[in-house]
């Protein structure tokens, strides 16, 4: 019976291991074709035109040729403790820009209610969208309510609005945006600008799981949009800090739903991004320095629990990396098909990476047996070791990239613990795909997917970065 035992060991091990080490190479060569792209368009950008001009900000960004008035969406559930003072904050920061809030609530959220009354009472640029339905519904849900509150405001006033603006109730916006959006609009159906998750705070393992956002977020918004916008492929929206050209979003428009935005899905914003790509509308990623020299760029806390991050980072999984191979299915060019192949990993990546722990923990093991019982590791054959060596360098590489993205977006000190931040996210990764074939099945059986959001803090901006 031992001899039985030992034998399935060995050999659950030796599969596992192959699995592993096969999917970690795949993923690994893709994202090193990724940096290498990355990094031959910085050179090429810095040697044929940053040589010659200098960078635009906006100091000397120019007035839009035809200015307009921007719509900016906020959905609020249960944002009573963050929704007042973002708002303040924007009406501080935008006191001369030509714009209108649209914050969307629900009748049984007399909370959040009550956090907007006072500022929205005899503020004309607040506009609040009341959903007829109690809540939650979904995030698309309450955006196509503010659709209409958008749509009720040009018929009242005359004048057509040129871009809407999505932005979180926890966002920290940035004075210069609006100024962007509107000349950049001029050119482009989609304009998503970064995203920079604020540092964490609390506890060693809370700022762990809150910096590792910020982690995945610099890399991201630092490199991997860049390189979808130069291949010509579609720029997914983040559903903060981004922009759609007014008569685009119209376009997508659907009676049935009440507006632009698709109320079954639960990534409406990263889905119509890809909605517009297909239509023809073209989409750009922009990272521009204000006056000062810091990025334009929304900033906000993320979640610096396990079990909100694992919430989160499933319903990103449910919407873009399953539901999105039916939902979005697959159009446009190579480039396009390799980004959402991209975009669609995220749940088959974990499940590699749960394949490569496991293996790792099903070798101790055997060699802790291997003490006892007549039990040892098998030699390798060359192909297995051969893909070992070439992940340890592909990690090797990775991890030095997510340094380097890192410290430039937070300090070197950041960038050097976003190498060991990285066993968290993997962690995080694996139970959020669990959470997310679970809540993906549940779907398929017809149970309704519905805003499964997180508790938000806005900061202090006296004393938090």
Known sequence: MGDVVAAGLLALHREILLFAVVGLAI????????????????????????????????????ASAKPG?????????????????????ALACWPNDDYRIFVGLYPNDPDTLEAVAPIAAGEPRIVVGMNPKPGPSTKADCLNILWRSMLAEEARTGRAFKAIVLHDAEDVVHAEEIRLFDFMIDRFALVQLPVLPLPG??????????????????????????VREALGASIPSAGVACAFERATLGRL????????????????????????????????????????GA??????YFPDSIQAAVRQKARWMVGISLAGWDRMGWHGGPAEWWMRIRDRRATMAALVLFAAYL???????????????????PPRSPIVDA??????????????????????????RHGLMAIPRTVIANYIAILAARRAVFLYGKSLLGKPLSWDKTQHRFPDLKTDP
């Open 295 to 300: 990025l334009v760029a929304t900033r906000e």
């Open 27 to 62: 993923g690994g060569l893709d994202d090193l074709l990724v940096d290498l792209l990355f990094l031959a368009r910085r050179c090429w950008r810095n040697i044929a035109i940053y040589a010659r001009h200098p960078r635009m900000s906006t100091a000397t960004l120019p």
């Open 69 to 89: 008035r921007i719509a900016i969406f906020i959905p609020a559930w249960r944002e009573a403790e963050v929704i007042g003072l973002m708002l303040r904050y």
């Open 387 to 412: 893909l070992l060596w070439l992940n340890m360098g592909l990690m090797g590489w990775r991890a030095a990239m997510r340094a380097l993205f890192v410290g430039r977006a937070y300090g070197w």
């Open 201 to 226: 705070r609390g506890t060693w393992l809370a700022r762990a799981i809150a910096n590792h956002y910020g982690d995945e977020f610099a890399e991201n918004h630092g490199k991997a949009l860049t």
């Open 359 to 377: 293996a790792l923990i099903l070798w101790g093991l055997i060699v802790a047996l291997g003490l006892f019982l007549p039990l040892s590791l």
């Open 253 to 292: 428009s659907d009676p049935i739903h009440g507006g632009p935005f698709d109320p079954s899905s639960l990534t409406e914003d990263y889905e119509a991004g890809l909605r517009i790509a297909d239509m023809g509308g073209r989409g750009v990623f922009v990272r521009m320095r204000d006056r000062s």
